[in-house]
């Protein structure tokens, strides 16, 4: 699923990646939380070890 949802979404400009996640979350469906969590998957692994301590703050403030 992982490399599909990849897939689908490779080459997409930020505009265009914008509005696939805005129409997501929109949806209120509980599917596209597994697409929103590849998604962070992918954003997370790619952050050194001090964007993580900030990034994981940044979520932490909003709980």
Known sequence: ????????????SASQLQQTIDDGIASKEETILVGLGVLFEQYYNSLDTHSK???LQNISDLL
């Open 1 to 12: 699923m992982r490399e599909a949802l990849l897939m689908n979404l490779k080459g997409f």
């Open 53 to 55: 301590q900030q990034f």
